[in-house]
C-alpha cells in the first residue's frame, strides 16, 4: 500500500502502557486528526510515526516498507511542535537552512525551497529577524516553514496552534488548510481542539487511554458516535 500503516502498536513507559494495540492506516495526501483528552497519547502516538521514539511492540510501514528500526531521519517525515522550536540565535533565514545545508540538497535549491516556503506563508519581511523578534504567529509559520523546506512526504503537527490567541488561531487553520491544498502532502494533526479537527481533518482518530476509541470522517463521528466518549468529545462545545 502507498501511505502510511501502523500494525497493533504498543508502548510502554516503564510499567506502564502508554499506547495499547493501535491499528491505523493512513493514505498518502489525507489530513488526518488525533484527538482526545490529554495524557491519551497523542504526542506518544506521533513521536512513534516520526521516528523519534521505539514501540514496544508492533509494526510501523511507510509506502509498504517497514520503518520501525529506521531512525527519524530517514523516513521522509518532518515534525511541527507546539513550542515552535527556533534556534533563537539563528536569523529565521538561519532557521529554515539549518540541517538542510549539509545533505545532497544543492545550496541554490536551499535558496529556492525557501523563498517558496518565505513567500507561501508570508514571512519573507521577517528572513533576516531573530524568533525573539516575532509574534507568536510569525514564529509558528517559521517552524512550518521549517517542516515545508525539507519537502517531506508527510507532516507531522504536534498542537501547532495551542499556543496562539483565539483569532490567530482560526486565521492559521485557514493557512493550514490551504496549505494541505497546495502541497498535497500527509498530515497528521495532533489536537484537542475538537473544532480544529472538524475543520481540518478528513478523517479524526479519537484516543482514549492509548486506545483507538473511533476512526471516521468528521461527518461519522458526529453524527454516528461509536459510544458515549466519542459523542461527548465531539459534540462538546469548546
Ligand atoms: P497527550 O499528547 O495525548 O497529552 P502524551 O502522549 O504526551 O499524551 O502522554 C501519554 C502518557 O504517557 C501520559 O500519561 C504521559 O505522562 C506518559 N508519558 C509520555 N511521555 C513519557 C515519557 N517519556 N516517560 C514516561 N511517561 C511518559
Ligand atoms: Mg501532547
Redesign the pocket.
Known amino acids: 500500500m502507498s501511505g502510511l500503516e501502523l500494525r497493533n502498536i504498543v508502548?510502554n513507559?516503564?510499567a506502564?502502557e502508554?499506547?495499547r494495540d493501535v491499528s491505523l492506516e493512513v493514505n498518502d495526501g489525507e489530513f488526518v486528526a488525533?484527538v482526545?483528552?490529554?495524557?491519551?497519547?497523542?504526542?506518544?502516538?506521533?513521536?512513534l510515526i516520526a521516528g523519534l521514539?521505539k514501540p514496544t511492540g508492533g509494526s510501523i510501514a511507510i509506502d509498504g516498507k517497514d520503518v520501525t528500526a529506521i531512525g527519524a531521519a530517514d523516513r521522509g517525515l518532518a515534525m511541527v511542535f507546539q513550542s515552535y522550536a527556533l534556534y533563537p540565535h539563528m536569523s529565521v533565514r538561519e532557521n529554515l537552512a539549518f540541517g538542510l545545508e549539509n545533505t545532497k540538497v544543492a545550496k541554490a535549491e536551499i535558496e529556492a525551497r525557501i523563498a517558496d516556503a518565505a513567500r507561501m506563508l508570508e514571512i519573507e519581511p521577517f528572513l533576516q529577524r531573530r524568533p525573539g523578534q516575532l509574534s507568536g504567529g510569525q514564529r509558528q509559520r517559521v517552524a512550518i516553514g521549517r517542516a515545508i523546506v525539507r519537502r517531506p512526504d508527510a507532516f507531522l503537527l504536534?498542537?501547532p496552534l495551542s499556543n496562539l490567541d483565539a483569532e490567530l488561531r482560526v486565521s492559521m487553520r485557514a493557512e493550514l488548510a490551504a496549505l494541505h491544498a497546495r502541497l498535497k502532502a500527509t498530515m497528521i494533526y495532533?489536537t484537542?481542539d475538537q473544532v480544529e479537527a472538524m475543520t481540518l481533518a478528513n478523517r479524526i482518530v479519537v484516543?482514549r487511554g492509548?486506545r483507538i476509541e473511533q476512526v471516521g470522517t468528521p461527518l461519522e463521528l458526529y453524527n454516528e458516535p461509536a459510544n458515549r466518549f466519542v459523542a461527548g468529545f465531539i459534540g462538546a462545545p469548546h
Open positions: 508502548k513507559f516503564g506502564v502508554v499506547i488525533f482526545g483528552p490529554s495524557g491519551c497519547g497523542k504526542s506518544t502516538l506521533l513521536r521514539d504536534d498542537e495532533v484537542h484516543l492509548g
